[in-house]
């Protein structure tokens, strides 16, 4: 896989779970996404067949905080927690609690890990990056005040939805981002405009925590949200990954 553009995902089939790698109208299953070759189960299934689940079961969800601009790089870097009990499928429902107050959605470029790495160096990151896909960084923004850890505003259930597929040749320096509010955009940005970069990140994290295979880091939110509530669709994009949708109830 190293070396060429594979998209992986994970699909629903009647005998569960399933990752998979997309050829043309097919995608067909592998045995194990974190593979440097990848083996194929023999099995295919049609692209408008498949149901799409979160592409990987990380054991770390971690998000960088004030990341949004090359003004906040005046602030030491910092990242919080999410339960891995906040991710959520492409297309699922995001049910809100009316107690939580003003609720946006955040598009954000989202690291997949490949394998267990500690304390990596810029060097280490190409090996140690699978890909990258989509997250949607949902977060109850009233209750930021209420709680300096953001348990409060960014663990609900279905706070992270992430899809629809990792692409695992991707350059992530200057990709647009979008976010769509019942079909209309309402806010765009570009991974440029991140206060650190990729390699930045996963060194700064690595000296701190281990991560492993299918580990997601979020990398930040540059102005890419919008306020939601019941009864709208939420719609996330980056360029060259594609988009993911929720709609929220």
Same mark, same amino acid.
């Given at each position: 896989m190293?070396?060429?553009?594979v998209?992986?995902?994970r699909?629903?089939?009647?005998?569960g779970?399933?990752p998979?790698?997309q050829h043309?109208e097919?995608w067909?299953?592998?045995?194990?996404p974190?593979?440097?070759?990848?083996?194929?189960?023999g099995?295919?299934?049609?692209?408008?067949?498949?149901?799409?689940?979160?592409p990987?079961?990380?054991?770390v969800?971690?998000?960088?905080?004030?990341?949004?601009s090359p003004a906040?790089?005046?602030?030491?870097?910092?990242?919080?927690?999410?339960?891995?009990?906040?991710?959520?499928?492409?297309?699922?429902?995001?049910?809100?609690s009316?107690?939580l107050?003003?609720?946006h #959605? +955040? $598009?954000? !470029?989202?690291?997949v890990?490949r394998?267990?790495?500690?304390?990596?160096?810029?060097?280490?990151?190409? =090996? &140690?990056?699978?890909?990258?896909?989509?997250?949607n960084?949902i977060?109850?923004?009233?209750?930021?005040p209420l709680?300096?850890?953001?348990t409060?505003?960014k663990?609900?259930?279905?706070?992270?939805p992430?899809?629809?597929? #990792? +692409? $695992?040749? !991707?350059?992530p320096t200057?990709?647009?981002?979008?976010?769509?509010?019942?079909?209309?955009?309402?806010a =765009? &940005?570009d991974t440029?405009?991140l206060?650190r970069n990729?390699?930045?990140?996963?060194?700064?994290?690595?000296?701190?925590?281990t991560?492993?295979?299918?580990?997601i880091?979020?990398t930040?939110?540059?102005?890419?949200?919008?306020?939601?509530?019941p009864?709208?669709?939420?719609?996330?994009?980056?360029?060259g990954?594609?988009?993911?949708t929720n709609?929220?109830?």
């Amino acid at each position: 896989m190293k070396g060429r553009a594979v998209r992986i995902a994970r699909i629903a089939t009647d005998h569960g779970p399933r990752p998979v790698v997309q050829h043309g109208e097919l995608w067909r299953e592998i045995v194990d996404p974190f593979a440097t070759n990848l083996a194929y189960t023999g099995i295919d299934h049609p692209c408008s067949d498949v149901r799409l689940l979160a592409p990987v079961q990380p054991t770390v969800v971690i998000g960088m905080a004030h990341n949004g601009s090359p003004a906040e790089r005046s602030r030491p870097p910092q990242a919080f927690l999410k339960s891995v009990r906040t991710l959520t499928d492409p297309v699922t429902p995001i049910h809100l609690s009316s107690q939580l107050g003003q609720i946006h #959605i +955040e $598009t954000e !470029l989202a690291v997949v890990m490949r394998h267990t790495c500690r304390n990596l160096v810029a060097a280490d990151i190409p =090996a &140690a990056v699978l890909g990258y896909t989509i997250g949607n960084d949902i977060t109850a923004v009233d209750q930021i005040p209420l709680d300096e850890m953001m348990t409060q505003a960014k663990n609900g259930d279905g706070f992270t939805p992430i899809g629809p597929w #990792i +692409e $695992t040749d !991707l350059d992530p320096t200057h990709l647009p981002m979008a976010v769509h509010v019942n079909g209309k955009q309402v806010a =765009a &940005a570009d991974t440029g405009q991140l206060a650190r970069n990729i390699t930045e990140i996963l060194v700064y994290l690595t000296h701190y925590l281990t991560l492993g295979p299918g580990d997601i880091v979020l990398t930040g939110c540059p102005g890419t949200f919008a306020t939601v509530k019941p009864g709208d669709t939420g719609a996330v994009s980056v360029d060259g990954i594609g988009t993911l949708t929720n709609p929220i109830h």
